[in-house]
């Protein structure tokens, strides 16, 4: 089992940045990749971003270039420097874990093992 704890959400004007933590435990981190989605009220999960074990990064078309996923094996913490946000980044954010490292369906919530619990972002205009 992994534990997942995300912190650093909360209220930013737009263009403001924030920066997302997510704490994991219950498992060698260093075997896990780790990703972020995001979920607004009445819309599907979305991907944001996945960082594998050799830090290999993949974003969501709606944020590369802007947002920024990293991982700190030494501290078991995956991060997500959110820059240039926008109204339509307002949503709750959530860490994921997967056992497997490569998976041509990153993109997908279902191949995710483990999630946290979410952390809220909003974005006023």
């Known amino acids: 089992q992994v534990q997942l704890v995300e912190s650093g959400g909360g209220l930013v004007q737009a263009g403001g940045s924030l920066r997302l933590s997510c704490a994991a435990s219950?498992?060698?981190?260093?075997?896990?990749?780790m990703g972020w989605f995001r979920q607004a009220p009445g819309k599907e999960r979305e991907f944001v971003a996945r960082?594998?074990?050799?830090?290999?990064?993949l974003y969501g078309d709606s944020v590369k270039g802007r947002f920024t996923i990293s991982r700190d094996n030494a501290k078991n913490t995956v991060h997500l420097q959110m820059n240039g946000l926008k109204p339509e980044d307002t949503a709750v954010y959530f860490c994921?874990?997967?056992?497997?490292?490569?998976?041509?369906?990153?993109?997908?919530?279902?191949?995710?093992?483990?999630w946290g619990q979410g952390t809220q972002v909003t974005v006023s205009s």
């Open positions: 994921a874990a997967d056992r497997d490292d490569y998976d041509s369906r990153y993109y997908n919530p279902v191949i995710y093992d483990y």
């Open positions: 960082v594998a074990r050799n830090y290999i990064t």
């Open positions: 219950g498992r060698t981190f260093s075997n896990l990749a």
